[in-house]
């Protein structure tokens, strides 16, 4: 069982480009999330998803867009990559609503914006 | 809005020593979820427990064991005869309600635990 899969593991983009990081997970988890982690600031919510065909805004939610076409798929846009987004990028599911599921992480991208 | 708070950045301590981990929370809600995560230097987050507002028993699990004390909203997590592999950031998180619906994690900054031989 895979879980949730992030590729890729390391990435350098100059100012400018564009990229997407991929997500997916084979666990037929409905809430998809991403979290971005700067060195001393926790985890910050970027955009998540209830299922498939809905998406919404997190804490820090400019500068990235996202799709959810499939359950299993939740790929993250970067459309102008800024130096700000320097980062590394979690993506996590959860199977259901409630509040108390624990969500399953993926081992993250390392993004550097040069 | 609702939040998280783990004063200690960083602690360090020798093989062996206890060490407890602070985590105090906000929150209006009057049914929430807290958990704990474990970043070891691999990067990885590994999920370590999960506690419901309305069981205030303490829970134990080998070296490990978890406080939590509604009425200090404090949620704290106590290593015994700490070892060199318990080094790794640990972060506390609220479940928190999201606009539209469902719910999402709310993260503390995280503690760094430095355990040395």
């Known amino acids: 069982n895979a879980g949730v899969t992030q590729t890729p593991k390391f990435r350098i983009l100059k100012i400018g480009q564009s990229m997407t990081l991929q997500c997916t997970q084979d666990?037929?988890?409905?809430?998809m999330y991403w979290y971005r982690q700067d060195p001393g600031m926790g985890l910050k919510l970027i955009y998540y998803?209830?299922?498939?065909?809905?998406?919404d805004k997190g804490e820090v939610p400019n500068g990235y867009n996202v799709s959810r076409s499939t359950t299993e798929d939740f790929p993250l846009r970067l459309e102008l990559a800024a130096p700000s987004q320097t980062s590394v990028y979690f993506c996590?599911?959860?199977?259901?609503?409630?509040?108390?599921?624990?969500?399953?992480f993926g081992n993250g991208t390392r993004l550097t914006v040069t | 809005a609702q939040k998280v708070t783990q004063a200690q950045t960083e602690i360090s301590v020798v093989e062996k020593e206890d060490v407890t981990l602070d985590c105090v929370y906000e929150?209006?809600?009057?049914?929430?979820?807290l958990f704990w995560y474990k970043q070891p230097p691999s990067g990885e987050l590994v999920f370590l427990i999960r506690r419901n507002s309305f069981d205030e028993q303490n829970e134990i699990s080998g070296r490990y064991s978890w406080n939590f004390q509604k009425s200090t909203s404090s949620f704290n997590f106590t290593i015994t005869a700490s070892q060199v592999v318990d080094s790794a950031v640990y972060f506390c998180?609220?479940?928190?309600?999201?606009?539209?619906?469902?719910?999402?994690?709310?993260f503390g900054k995280g503690t760094s635990l430095l355990v040395t031989p």
């Open positions: 998803s209830v299922g498939a065909g809905i998406t």
């Open positions: 998180a609220l479940s928190e309600r999201q606009a539209n619906s469902g719910y999402a994690l709310n």
């Open positions: 929150t209006r809600d009057t049914t929430y979820y």
């Open positions: 666990m037929n988890h409905n809430y």
């Open positions: 996590a599911s959860s199977p259901d609503r409630g509040r108390g599921s624990p969500l399953h």
